[in-house]
């Protein structure tokens, strides 16, 4: 018999950005994401900690997306972009069994170390 729960949680990780004419409402969108059930997991990251997280996590995929769309050429370049990263993405959602926010992230995390 399957034991396998019939609605499985999907974990994913996403960044949100505030853009620059709405920096000083900041607080009042943090509380909105909270409220509507979310878990923000770091600081939203402003300035050289935004250029850092974009360097880290971004960058690298997109350019390799990018010489991959250089090579190709296909025909509707920014739709083969975004399917190019929907299958490439290195965050994909993970499927997690009766875990639930920081603890299915942290799980998560600690599968990917060892």
């Given at each position: 018999?399957?034991?396998?729960?019939?609605?499985?949680?999907?974990?994913?990780?996403?960044?949100?950005?505030?853009?620059?004419?709405?920096?000083?409402?900041?607080?009042?969108?943090?509380?909105?994401?909270?409220?509507?059930?979310?878990?923000?997991?770091?600081?939203?990251?402003?300035?050289?900690?935004?250029?850092?997280?974009?360097?880290?996590?971004?960058?690298?995929?997109?350019?390799?997306?990018?010489?991959?769309l250089?090579?190709?050429?296909?025909?509707?370049?920014?739709?083969?972009?975004?399917?190019w990263l929907?299958?490439?993405?290195?965050?994909?959602?993970?499927?997690?069994?009766?875990?639930?926010?920081?603890?299915?992230?942290?799980?998560?995390?600690?599968?990917?170390?060892?």
């Amino acid at each position: 018999m399957d034991e396998t729960p019939k609605n499985p949680i999907y974990v994913e990780r996403t960044l949100a950005l505030i853009k620059p004419d709405a920096i000083h409402r900041a607080e009042e969108i943090e509380e909105l994401i909270l409220r509507a059930g979310f878990t923000i997991l770091q600081p939203i990251p402003m300035g050289e900690a935004a250029k850092d997280y974009l360097g880290r996590f971004v960058s690298p995929t997109l350019l390799s997306g990018l010489t991959e769309l250089c090579k190709q050429k296909p025909v509707d370049p920014f739709t083969w972009l975004a399917d190019w990263l929907v299958r490439n993405n290195p965050n994909k959602p993970t499927i997690c069994f009766g875990e639930t926010g920081e603890e299915a992230t942290y799980q998560q995390r600690d599968r990917q170390i060892t």
